[in-house]
């Protein structure tokens, strides 16, 4: 299986994640991360993966386009990135886009029963997957 992860590279944390994520499957999948759209398009037509994974939902919506087109799985980790403060403050307009981009999606990640709640409140998609207690601290390996 090839997954393609792309993240956005200004959240510290969502980085760290990713990278503890990644080094965790290589054993079993072929990974490779793109920070920005650019790198992951490249990536993408190198690699056409199986699955192509956004983490949080900044600048999501053209790598979601471009593995729709050619039929490539989307998983999505909203990362808190659509809870109601953030959509309210954060994405405006783009919304519509935004919603399209999670439609689309395979499955939603979603790191706990709050965020999970608010996923389900959107209605934009009913496969919901939780991962309890996705904390990226010191103590976790991959």
Known sequence: MKILHLYPKQNDM???HVSILTEGMR???EVQTADSYTLF????????????????????NKAVST??????RIVI???????????????GKTDLLLRRSVERAYAIITFGK????YMEQLGWNHR???????????????
């Open 14 to 16: 969502i980085a760290s």
């Open 77 to 91: 980790s909203p990362h808190g990135q659509l809870e109601p403060w953030m959509l309210k403050s954060s994405y």
């Open 67 to 72: 593995a729709y087109k050619h039929k490539t």
């Open 114 to 117: 709050m965020e999970r709640q």
């Open 41 to 60: 398009k490249a990536r993408f037509q190198d690699m056409q993966p199986d699955v192509v994974h956004c983490h949080g939902c900044t600048a999501i």
């Open 27 to 29: 054993h079993s999948a």
């Open 128 to 142: 919901i997957e939780v991962i309890h207690n996705a904390i990226t601290t010191n103590s976790i390996s991959p």
